[in-house]
């Protein structure tokens, strides 16, 4: 099932049904996408990361059809650090992101980034120790859910930095939700425990800029 919603003027859609979607409903939306999407997809080993694409791509395309008229096969256009653009839409920005239990879907006229992340039974303290600041390990470890604590954290940390462009890097992950950072951007998260994941929607105040 797809539910959808509007964020701060940003259009989400999710996708948490996956387990309905067989082989053969798989290979129809397959067909349905563009010859370098389906490379893209089908360079996975695994089944369910082909399957996350496809339906990622398929969401996209749902979004532009409902909210900007765009029909047929939306081409990207990278930048310097990976991030994807609308080939021929420069004023329309999105984000996309999945899970092994949903795939995340936002567009709208401001630049934005998203992160959808699977609930875990607990932290990963590895994960914790590389990229989370002292106060941050503290605020989790004193949660009445660590596990979901942590991961709204991710989520939070994983949605700034997609929407900078500037990707994930080890060096900035600590600290890259300081007051100072925070201050200049809207979180919006949304924890659904009875699927078993967390996502995060984040744009910036007032096109204030990226401060890092």
């Known amino acids: 099932m ?3 919603l509007t964020v701060d003027g940003l259009h989400v859609y999710v996708l948490d049904d996956l387990e ?7 290979g129809d939306h397959l067909r349905l996408l563009p010859a370098w999407r389906r490379r893209q997809a089908l360079s996975f080993r695994r089944h369910i990361d082909q399957l996350l694409c496809v339906e ?18 939306p081409a990207f256009r990278y930048g310097p650090c990976g991030k ?19 795939v995340l879907c936002v567009v709208g006229d ?11 039974t607990a932290p990963d303290q590895d994960v914790m120790a590389a990229c989370y600041s002292a106060g941050e390990q503290s605020a989790v470890y004193e949660s009445p859910v660590p596990a979901v604590a942590f991961t ?10 997609k929407l900078s462009g ?26 659904r425990m009875a699927q078993g994941y967390v996502w995060t929607v984040c744009r910036s105040r007032e096109g204030l800029p990226i401060p890092f």
């Not at 996209?60 to 008229?69: F, I, N, S, V």
């Not at 500037?166 to 924890?191: K, Q, W």
Request: charged letters at 20%; proline letters at 4%.
């Open 84 to 102: 994807p653009r609308l080939a021929g839409y420069p004023q329309i920005h999105f984000s996309l992101s999945h899970c092994e239990r949903g």
């Open 166 to 191: 500037l990707g994930l890097s080890a060096d900035r992950l600590p600290n890259v939700l300081s007051s100072e950072v925070t201050a200049r951007y809207l979180f919006t998260t949304c924890e």
């Open 20 to 26: 309905q979607i067989d082989e053969s409903l798989f």
């Open 56 to 73: 990622a791509y398929r969401l996209l395309q749902r979004a532009l059809r409902e909210h900007y008229g765009i029909e047929g096969q």
């Open 2 to 4: 797809v539910s959808s």
């Open 152 to 161: 709204r954290l991710w989520t939070c940390k994983e949605a700034l930095l």
């Open 110 to 120: 401001m630049p934005v980034g998203c992160d959808i992340e699977t609930v875990g």
